[in-house]
């Protein structure tokens, strides 16, 4: 495995959550006596060879305070409007201590149900490669609509639903952003970024119920998930 030096983590959390609604952002609802965020950040926290996680939350968060995360490998900083401003803002925060080379997760602030072997398989695989992503195929059958009736049918061959982590080297990934930024181009997740500049992520199978929190029914399936699973 290419992977001598050690891993860093952003976890991207400045988001509102207006389409899952309510007073409280969703990373912040309880979830079996911690919070989704606190489930979020778990794996990384659980990992000797993560240096440093860098939570970009929002200038007007008032939540992040009252969550216990007692490690001085967390680090709070201010994200922006959009997914990709976050990262950028956590790799910002990683210059002076991470090393251009050195690998960054990206882990989605409302996915609570990553396991400890997606995360090792993703490390390991990602590294033999330009980085990677964990992913699902899709399993549904797909409809394309046209002013609310089904156009055609899409074949699914082929199609993966992208999760997270994503996995790259942190000067390549923040290069890959910025230069996206500049072009008006918005990456919806960091391997579209890595894609734009003609890089190929692999891809490494994970657990489809690596789930994220985007309707209130989902927390109660995220509980299931991780009490049947033995997260920890």
Request: charged share 25%; aromatic share 4%; glycine share 8%.
């Amino acid at each position: 495995m290419s992977r001598t030096r050690p891993l860093w983590a952003v976890i991207p959390a400045a988001g509102a959550g207006e389409r899952f609604g309510g007073d409280v952002p969703k990373q912040y609802l309880p979830l079996l006596g911690r919070t989704v965020l606190e489930w979020a950040i778990r794996p990384f926290q659980a990992r000797a060879d993560v240096a440093g996680i860098i939570v970009a939350i929002s200038a007007a968060d008032d939540h992040w305070p009252g969550i216990c995360l007692s490690s001085d490998r967390i680090q709070a900083v201010q994200g922006g409007p959009q997914r990709a401003h976050s990262v950028l803002a956590g790799l910002n925060a990683l210059s002076g201590k991470a090393d251009a080379r050195d690998w960054v997760l990206v882990h989605d602030a409302a996915r609570p149900c990553l396991t400890d072997e997606d995360l090792d398989r993703l490390v390991d695989a990602a590294a033999e490669s330009c980085g990677g992503l964990l992913a699902a195929p899709v399993q549904d059958t797909l409809k394309a609509a046209d002013n609310g009736a089904v156009a055609r049918t899409v074949d699914r061959e082929g199609l993966w639903r992208a999760l997270t982590p994503q996995m790259f080297r942190m000067e390549e990934l923040a290069s890959a952003l910025q230069r996206a930024e500049t072009a008006g181009f918005l990456a919806t997740d960091e391997a579209a970024a890595m894609e734009r500049m003609g890089h190929r992520p692999r891809i490494v199978p994970g657990r489809a119920d690596n789930i994220k929190i985007t309707r209130p029914e989902d927390l109660a399936l995220a509980e299931f998930i991780i009490s049947q699973s033995g997260i920890a």
